[in-house]
T-cell receptor, first 112, second 115 residues
Framework: GENVEQHPSTLSVQEGDSAVIKCTYS??????FPWYKQELGKRPQLIID?????GEKKDQRIAVTLNKTAKHFSLHITETQPEDSAVYFC???????????FGQGTILTVHP | KAGVTQTPRYLIKTRGQQVTLSCSPI?????VSWYQQTPGQGLQFLFE???????NKGNFPGRFSGRQFSNSRSEMNVSTLELGDSALYLC??????????????FGPGTRLTVL
């Protein structure tokens, strides 16, 4: 079955610094890897996703990389801002419809 | 378009009781998934419905069940509640549901407390 390991569990940075979150997945058949952001008391929201036929994707200050051989994927946030403070989840969508397997989450705190 | 809605938002029950939670997906979305979120276990998949059929089920006991109606609205039921069932229950809808690539849009969740 699917399993996603996410590191670090907490990450504290100064405003303007970069933040990197790394994940490892288990199901080699997985082909879709979204990242969700959940602010305190709010619902998870998709911030970026990547499919298995792409190695890297960027959207303004956010980028995601995927290494299918090593079964690793990472989230990079540059020029962090206090409003980036939230819990970030890496997610593996395996071959089961409608099922997302979430990593344990990373609590990102950006200090002004 | 209105987002995913869930009712009720908060619920307090006692052990042994049963509870029904409701989820209304985004208009046009036919796939509805349910997740349990707890501080200890994180976000875990419960089950997914598409066109009124349960297609996938997570590793939860049979006390957790669900259904989907012809208008794609979904309900989940938990019978014989236990203290460990206290959690935030999230539903998510997606547009097509016939590939594994679809973005899932989450509702605000129902906070269930079991006393």
């Amino acid at each position: 079955g699917e399993n996603v390991e996410q590191h670090p569990s907490t990450l504290s940075v100064q405003e303007g610094d970069s933040a990197v979150i790394k994940c490892t997945y288990s199901d080699s058949a997985s082909n879709y890897f979204p990242w969700y952001k959940q602010e305190l008391g709010k619902r998870p929201q998709l911030i970026i996703d990547i499919r298995s036929n792409v190695g890297e994707k960027k959207d303004q200050r956010i980028a995601v990389t995927l290494n299918k051989t090593a079964k690793h994927f990472s989230l990079h946030i540059t020029e962090t801002q206090p409003e980036d403070s939230a819990v970030y989840f890496c997610v593996e969508s395996g071959t089961s419809y409608g099922k997302l397997t979430f990593g344990q989450g990373t609590i990102l705190t950006v200090h002004p | 378009k209105a987002g995913v809605t869930q009712t009720p938002r908060y619920l307090i029950k006692t052990r042994g009781q049963q509870v029904t939670l409701s989820c209304s997906p985004i208009s046009g979305h036919r796939s509805v998934s349910w997740y349990q979120q707890t501080p200890g276990q994180g976000l875990q998949f419960l089950f997914e419905y598409f066109s009124e059929t349960q297609r996938n089920k997570g590793n939860f006991p049979g006390r957790f069940s669900g259904r989907q109606f012809s208008n794609s609205r979904s309900e989940m039921n938990v019978s014989t509640l236990e203290l460990g069932d206290s959690a935030l229950y999230l539903c998510a809808s997606s547009l097509i549901g016939q590939t594994t690539y679809n973005e899932q849009f989450f509702g605000p969740g129902t906070r269930l407390t079991v006393l």
